[in-house]
């Protein structure tokens, strides 16, 4: 099945293996006239980039990105844009004990099961260089985004049993686990520096926040705008949950307290009071920020002694040696933000010919 | 946009309003040779039909499907099944009102941006009779599923506060919320009759269990088995979130503990120890039961008094009369066994060829 | 596979068999604002009914059109667009003595080899009656598109070895051949009524005009207009060639012959001096007509004598009896009209977010 | 609109311009198993490459493919394939001269129409060198159908008025234009002679025959074999008409000639005396050989004086310079051949789930 391609008329198609030649991504759809060099793109791949921390693996990668189509005179032409990262610190041999043995947590047995073979070295497609492809994109729509008022900001929420209690966006970028709490921040560092001294793993929580989103972007019934968030973000290699709005908590909640009353803004413009709703009603977007959250498990990776079978059936103990993460939330980060920044987009473009006089805006712009 | 259909090789296609003739769904792509009539159907209708109890709207329809194609001589023929089911018991007249009024937590106010009109009676697409097309559906999909030895089980786990403590699969049918364990039903239902008393609603979480289903199922990246299933749940109404296994849970827990151990189970296959991943990993079925949970929201429609605004921008007050759930819980719930249903026998279809072999025993069973 | 559905953003899904209850069409994605009733869609169902001549089969149906959602006050609403069509004149007896043998010319084998079974009445879902859903959605198209001053011509062109000469769009209506040449029509009529005596069948090519499309639409590579336009008319049962502009022809032309010049029109617009291109260049609209050709083969179901085979391997005669029309050219020209219009608008809704200036023409009408 | 990807199950996305940094595809969906290296996909390559004859640009390209990701140890592993061919040779200063001219017959005016601009550098995207990644996809695709004994043959059939009048297949490959009639190819040189001794091209039909292919392959409706073999050729650039089995033909011929009579074959199996339909019935293979014709316009790119206009719309005159071929269809062939390849993959994948008993061959292997 081509699984490898995510949305409509804004579409990325990712590829690539941890320890092949490299990783990429064809992004088709994009609107011509956006100003797009490297440079633009590079930063949003040195957030996921490896390296950066304790808590991330140690794998030197550049990761640096180059434009192969698409783009003419800095500008793109509406034509696909083919972004290439080679490989270059591929340590295979790290990865030949695991060739024959299912490691617990992770997707070798589903892949051998599927496919009858797989690609071991590092994970292979479904090594987190996976998401290289996805923050490129990302990168991309994000920065088409902007130019139509629409930013995004996420950032880590939660790490193990730790959560922010204050938000401080500048916070965000100047601790390496992507937390606007520093004390927060500060205590999950605590907490992981015990887990790697047990050669153990945390998960967290990822929420992203997006504004300047107008009302009515998104399609009722199958294509509603949370449901292809819930995709795209379930779509990320650990991510066990999502949530819109209040999500879980609206569960438990009264219509009468989760109801968000509809007011005018000081703008004139109709708001709401509150927004237990995360910014989507009905599936459509209501003018309120969206709220989107994402619950990311435990890095499987573990060096600690678990029990696991081998390719024969045979019972089998394994330590998982090499470069892992204690905690892949951190450059998890980032993925979000582009996974919400492409379904967006493409709800955005999806979304213009809703009504008979927008196509006339467009196809006849004077009358007819 | 094309909203309302969902899955690529079974794919269904839902259609209706609340107030119009009625509601229907296409369901294409159906393998001939399974045995289906309207007597199969209609069960499934029937658990999701209203005027069940004292927590479901008094609406009196008896929601009889009419297949109108697809079928001969009692078997599927492999052509789009088309199933009716005609509004009967339309009150237009009770909604007038909320013509011009945004009803907060509804979708009004989306639709009328979007579109620059809507059908404001009950609700129109954006009403709970939609489903009704998904449930025929997913019953066409969950009898197939029956035949290649895959079962569903979708539940009640929580109201407002009150969740199960015990599961006894015998107990979901013999409640009218449909939860596995009777104290906890109990509870509900005086929790239930208080929010009616003042005028309120309640929200609550929905749990299916898919038994049977084989490793191997679902694609990586982008079209995960679980980033589907997590696209079909938030695609319904009131669904604000959703977990696959641990879910949220697994944020907070450590690697050593969530991994779960694969070992060799009494019939020498392959399993796991525990199944905090939910039967998925890394976006493929391992083996294990699937295991999905969505919050559903308080019903937005509630009798009290609610600040709003209209379609001129003015403040108003309303109070949402007419017939309306405390609850959608129950009947949501087989709402969500028919999207998982359909969204499982998609990723079965869109599988069968990952292989060269699985091609070879289709199209050249002889060899060549 | 799910079929039977076409389009993207403007998507159309058939269903129905030549003896089932009824034939229909969903109509998903249709921009909200169109006046739309069923006296507007009927006109097009008229003209591929049956009765209407001596060359079309008696069965005497009304096929009236009943529209089931999607519309509200007389406009359609922006949700799918149900239209059903009731079969009232269904004599399932005639077909009882194919049920087990192959019609040369028809899908009779292919649907049982693929399927393992078949519904054998009139021919089931492969039945003409099928365009019935077609028609009706390509009626709504061509309606959407005469808003934005689009037009469709559909018409004869040829009938077995008899072909226009001439070409007066009046005519096209008063002959019912759908012929432009009244001399031709005559000359067809006698043609057709020769081969009725001798129990055979006749084809021909229909051509269609598309006047008022802007430049700029359809998308390079793959989604080309007129490889759209190519699936959509090859999609139509008895359709065995397409051709845009001077198609074949133009494979034994010279270059210097068959390019257009570019000149200035007298309304200061780019044109060309000649339209051999057929309106497409690159697969995008350059702003003239488009002209698009279909060969439509000769009515496989003839009651002469044919050898053919059984389900069993036998080798069988069969004289295939009923109601058929000697030519079904004059019934498809409907059909490939409201093809062509359906793959139009599409192209249209697809094509609005090209250029990132148009976004914010829909997004930020003000300027953010 | 993302334009550049072609197929459901076995998708191909291709991407990149004639003058930017490559050129390139990936091909998802492709089955596991396959062996698969780049000196597996270069002969094709080599069929498509310029420099091979006096009637092929000198452009002198090795146009080298090298595989980045999707096999491993020398076989596919069900990931996608991304095959990269740089571009290596590119005289860009020859173009600067059509930067703001519109060339007759090329896609020059309906990109800057859609787009707002274009990479004017040789076509850009519209340069017959996007086909590099339809041949590598068509490679991997004929690669796989050979393994299940289906196999693909393309030829020149009409170079401008000369057509074939004898078949050896052996010949195909013995002169440049790929012509199975030597006599034919002898004169069809000379014909080639004469126009660029005018500074003139020529256009041509292609005829593809696919061996092999079971009966049952294709889906009704909208996703007939037919109708996806039609939009694959319409999407290669100069192609202007395509027919299956008779085509245009057959709307001349009568019912009775036209009709392929059943019988039973040496081997016991259906098969038809005749084969007019050229292999599709209703859209479905019928076991016969598939016959696919496809027209080629005459190349636009021609020395001669040609009229036109500049994007300012002011009248200008051109002699377009360069390197063109002054007919492409021998370079065509083979890029018809992968289309058709890419496109009978796709519908033997998306066709296997078409009967109960497939899911329970694939899916419940020892029953259930």
Redesign the interface.
């Given at each position: 099945?081509?699984?490898?391609?995510?949305?409509?008329?804004?579409?990325i198609?990712?590829?690539?293996?941890s320890h092949?030649?490299?990783?990429?991504v064809?992004i088709?759809?994009c609107?011509?006239?956006?100003p797009l060099t490297e440079a633009d793109i590079q930063p949003f791949l040195d957030r996921r980039r490896p390296g950066q921390s304790r808590y991330t693996t140690l794998r030197a990668e550049a990761d640096q990105a180059?434009?192969?189509?698409?783009t003419?005179?800095g500008?793109t032409?509406?034509?696909?844009?083919?972004i290439?990262v080679r490989n270059t610190d591929q340590h295979s041999k790290d990865y030949s004990s695991i060739a024959d043995i299912?490691r617990?947590?992770?997707?070798d047995?589903?892949?051998d099961?599927?496919?009858?073979?797989?690609?071991y070295r590092g994970g292979?497609?479904?090594s987190g260089r996976?998401t290289i492809g996805r923050v490129a994109g990302g990168a991309v729509a994000e920065l088409?985004l902007r130019?139509?008022?629409i930013t995004l900001t996420a950032y880590t929420r939660?790490i193990?049993?730790v959560s922010i209690e204050t938000f401080d966006e500048k916070e965000i970028s100047r601790n390496r686990l992507y937390m606007p709490d520093p004390q927060a921040a500060e205590a999950a560092s605590h907490y992981l520096d015990g887990?790697m001294a047990?050669q153990?793993?945390?998960?967290?929580?990822i929420e992203c926040i997006v504004k300047?989103l107008?009302?009515?972007?998104?399609?009722?019934?199958?294509?509603?705008l949370?449901?292809?968030?819930?995709?795209?973000?379930?779509?990320i290699?650990a991510v066990?949950?999502?949530?819109?709005?209040?999500?879980?908590?609206?569960?438990?909640?009264?219509?009468?307290t989760?109801?968000?009353?509809?007011?005018?803004g000081a703008d004139?413009?109709?708001t709401k009071?509150t927004n237990h709703?995360?910014g989507i009603?009905?599936?459509?977007?209501?003018?309120s920020d969206l709220v989107i959250r994402c619950?990311?498990?435990?890095?499987?990776?573990?060096a600690?002694l678990?029990?696991?079978?081998d390719r024969e059936?045979q019972?089998q103990e394994i330590r998982i040696k090499g470069r892992h993460d204690p905690v892949i939330v951190p450059r998890a980060v980032v993925v979000t933000e582009a996974m919400a920044a492409i379904t967006i987009l493409d709800a955005?473009?999806?979304?213009?010919?809703?009504?008979?006089?927008?196509?006339?805006?467009?196809?006849?712009p004077k009358g007819?």
């Open positions: 099945m081509a699984g490898s391609s995510f949305g409509t008329i804004f579409r198609t990712t590829w690539g293996e092949g030649k490299g990783i990429g064809v088709d759809g609107p011509a006239g956006l180059e434009i192969l189509s698409g003419f005179e500008k032409t509406g034509t696909p844009i083919s290439l299912y617990p947590g992770h997707a047995f589903g892949y099961t599927k496919y009858g073979l797989r690609d292979g497609r479904s996976e088409l130019e139509l008022g939660q193990g049993p887990l047990e153990d793993s945390a998960g967290g929580v300047g107008p009302a009515g972007v998104g399609d009722p019934v199958f294509e509603k949370d449901a292809n968030l819930a995709k795209a973000m379930m779509s290699g066990k949950g999502v949530e819109i709005g209040d999500g879980f908590a609206a569960a438990a909640a009264c219509g009468s989760n109801n968000d009353a509809f007011t005018i004139g413009r109709i009071h709703a995360g009603l009905g599936g459509i977007s209501d003018g619950a990311v498990k435990p890095t499987p990776s573990i600690s678990q029990q696991t079978v059936g019972k955005l473009l999806v979304g213009m010919g809703a009504r008979l006089d927008n196509l006339q805006k467009i196809w006849c007819h």
